[in-house]
């Protein structure tokens, strides 16, 4: 639950020196935005980004989750193919406080699977299936969200750090290499801030409804305010904690 930033990016036809140079070209806008950090730029061979042959302390754990692309053969298909890069060109950010790290990089990806039939024994090879990901391409996340906490720097710090997102991705389409971004504020599409700040209030009141009575209190005199904005949609039930005990009645 959050607002979450979705990109992802494929490079046009390029040899892994023009790959290498469009994430050094990344990693130096990065440098020249309000990052907390950004990392070294690293590389990875055949075998080696499998987050399961590390220990579960590994600070790359996350980072190899997230470099592995899934792939379904039909869009809605709830089974699926986890493709890891044989060639990885990458770094690592901390865009702000609270917020995920995020991944920036390339990487060369299959582009088949083979889809067998498994009811037999042995099984059978059915047919060849394009992922269409391209010579170097990736696909990550980072949820912003969190960074609004007050322990965090508050709403300054959360539009820092969804808007430092905001900006890297806007120059890796000066780049040519962003193919998709999906922001759960619509930021990216609209560029409108008050819309920006009022999700992110809408989700953090959502948020506290689960933490008690005080929690409750600030829903609900969000949604009087919702109501006085917008009579057409009638009044708001109360909120409710969820998943609160009910007191037996007495018999």
Not at 2 to 16: L, Q, S
């Amino acid at each position: 639950m959050g607002i979450t930033i979705d990109y992802t990016f494929k490079a046009h036809p390029c040899d892994e020196e023009q790959a290498r140079a469009l994430v050094y070209k990344l990693r130096q806008r990065c440098l020249d935005l309000p990052f907390l950090e950004v990392g070294e730029i690293r590389e990875f061979g055949e075998d080696e980004v499998d987050f399961r042959l590390l220990p579960r302390t590994s600070p790359d754990v996350w980072l190899f989750i997230q470099a592995a692309r899934s792939f379904s053969p039909e869009p809605e298909s709830a089974s699926g193919y986890w493709i890891e890069p044989s060639k990885l060109i990458v770094f690592t950010t901390r865009p702000g406080a609270g917020a995920e790290p995020a991944f920036f990089g390339l990487g060369v990806y299959t582009d088949h699977v083979h889809e067998w039939d498994r009811s037999v024994d042995p099984p059978v090879f059915v047919k060849e299936i394009p992922t269409n990901f391209g010579d170097w391409s990736w696909s990550s996340f980072c949820k912003t969200q969190f960074a609004s906490r007050e322990e965090c720097g508050g709403v300054r710090n959360f539009i820092r750090t969804h808007m430092t997102l905001i900006k890297v991705l806007d120059y890796a389409k000066e780049l040519g290499i962003l193919e998709k971004v999906n922001d759960g504020a619509e930021y990216w599409e609209t560029r409108d801030l008050d819309k920006l700040v009022s999700e992110m209030s809408i989700i953090n009141a959502a948020i506290s409804a689960f933490s008690g009575k005080a929690g409750e209190k600030l829903v609900r005199d969000l949604l009087k305010d919702f109501e006085k904005d917008y009579p057409e949609l009638g009044p708001i039930e109360e909120v409710r904690e969820i998943n609160k005990r009910r007191k037996r009645r007495k018999e």
